[in-house]
DNA sequence: TTTTTGTGATATCTTTTGCGTATCAATTGA
DNA sequence: TCAATTGATACGCAAAAGATATCACAAAAA
């Protein structure tokens, strides 16, 4: 069966008449007959009587007819749906993050903004550290990442800068420094440092010792944390001091103070990183989002 | 477009590879390529993604694929439909009766084992005098009519006969025959009857004349009745007396009395007509209820 | 009644188009 | 670098849809 003899047959059963149908839809009255048999031999009932002046459908034409407009406003729909997909309505997102990328405003406003604007694409998160996101995203397992890239975006891969955060001091509430209102890093030679695996996340962690070096010191490291977030828990505990983009501040951590420093501070940057070869169109909606919510500023690095 | 586009679709979208789904299909890869192309050309999108190693859905393809799958269960759905209406499990039955008819029992028992049977068939009923229902019959905007022939049955009608039932006598209650069990007709001599007027319903007018005539007298005609329903109240009024179908008696009306009549009694039989034409399955499922229902019994007549 | 008109069915020819064969270009894995 | 596998392209053929001419039938008109 095809839908050329559904259409003619909706004809001759709307007008009553083959003459009348065949010249609506553009045949001649003969061919239409013919077609009109054959579908009738395919489900095997007769669907019109055959009248002196007409044709009027029979029981079985009657409930053929009804079924029969369903389907055609079905392939319509059909029709609509794959539209609407190829526009990056439907799908899914997979989307990383690191520990310390999170807690920039930026991300999650952008990410609800999203869901907003796309609600039937099936966002997921995952928090992971730099090294498995961007081998993740590599690999296309992964099709957005948040990281804190290093001054030179990561080679390979579709990289946008979104906010740069001030890094701040994170010490023990009984520090010395404790009741400072800011200290410069000069303040910090020869405590001990927490800071995470540089295997996990080199750039942010090469932008904290250097920035220790331009303050005219070499940092003592102290205890190395799983992840980023840990930090401030270790802090707590008198293992040493840290230093943490500013936005980490928003954790709640009893027994650490956040002092601003004074002077040439670290900066940690905030990008999104997507597949270059990635022209699937919700990537690509979830990048438009970027403009919408955050202060995009792109920067020259890697090949991106 | 076409089934045969979906359905290479389909097969495409199921085997992830143009090779084997062109073998799936029964065709060659290359027109196969071309059919899918033309899909989606007309769709407006790209279905699939063009690997080096096999063919995956776009996003737009997937949201297709879902809607399509309905399509053919549509398409199925429509085939059965058709097959059950042609079976006769949809349609309208307009079935007619004279006043005298619908009281035999057969009369409401057929018409409700038939709605139980084709619950989805749209019965309507119609109560109308037997000239108006033959004339209707005729001109087929009646499929179905219950009727009191005469003893001849209509000419160009398929009559089947279901039952005789015999005639009783109405008497006002203060009528000097009232008490009696049951009466001869002679006794009715010189008594004014009440009946309908024969050109509503000649036959079962006939048939009580003849039989007034065979009991030895001619039947003085009193108060002429407008429908046969209400002959039981005009002889409450002791406008006459008059003679109806036994199921008649089961009207409630105060004032009268039915009685039996002793020897020779009219008869009024029952009978279902159809246009001999009607060859609608839903008519003749109707005719098949009689079976069930009723004790039918053929009789020559006309040219039934 | 006869004639005319309008209906769908049939027969035959034409044209479209779906399909097959052969081949190419691109990518992957050995 | 070469072989294997993928989908795309080119071209000829055959099946099938459609056009034209005509027929048979029945209702309406004369």
Chains 1, 2 share one sequence.
Do not use: W
């Not at 940690?268 to 995009?296: C, I, K, Y």
């Amino acid at each position: 069966m095809e839908l050329r003899h559904l259409r003619y047959f909706i004809a001759v059963a709307e007008e009553g008449n083959f003459r009348r149908a065949a010249e609506r839809v553009g045949i001649a009255q003969p061919p239409l007959s013919s077609q009109i048999k054959d579908l009738e031999e395919e489900i095997g009932v007769p669907l019109f009587h055959r009248l002196p002046r007409g044709a009027s459908l029979t029981e079985a034409g009657e409930a053929f007819l009804a079924e029969v407009y369903v389907i055609f406003g079905q392939l319509d729909y059909a029709r609509k749906m794959a539209l609407r997909g190829a526009a990056g309505e439907f799908g899914r997102l997979r989307v990383g993050f690191t520990g310390s990328a999170a807690f920039n405003e930026a991300v999650p406003k952008i990410i609800r903004s999203f869901r907003r604007a796309y609600p039937k694409v099936e966002v997921t998160l995952a928090e992971l550290n730099t090294l498995q996101l961007l081998e993740q995203l590599r690999h296309r397992s992964i099709d957005a990442v948040f990281i804190r890239p290093g001054p030179t975006a990561p080679e390979g891969l579709t990289v946008t800068y979104l906010a740069e955060d001030a890094m701040m001091v994170v010490l023990p509430s009984g520090h010395r420094l404790a009741s400072e209102y800011a200290i410069p890093l000069s303040a910090l030679k020869n405590e001990p440092l927490v800071l995470h695996s540089r295997s996990l996340g080199p750039d942010l962690y090469d932008e904290v010792i250097d920035a220790c070096r331009r303050a005219g010191f070499e940092p003592v490291i102290g205890q190395v944390s799983p992840q980023i977030t840990s930090i401030a828990n270790l802090v707590a505990v008198e293992l040493g001091v840290s230093i943490v983009p500013a936005p980490l501040s928003n954790i709640n951590v009893p027994g650490v103070v956040f002092l601003p420093i004074i002077g040439d501070a670290p900066r940690a940057r905030l990008a999104l990183a997507t597949h270059p070869d990635d022209h699937s169109v919700v990537t690509r909606n979830f990048r438009e989002q970027l403009e919408g919510v955050a202060r995009v500023q792109a920067r020259p690095g890697g090949n991106a």
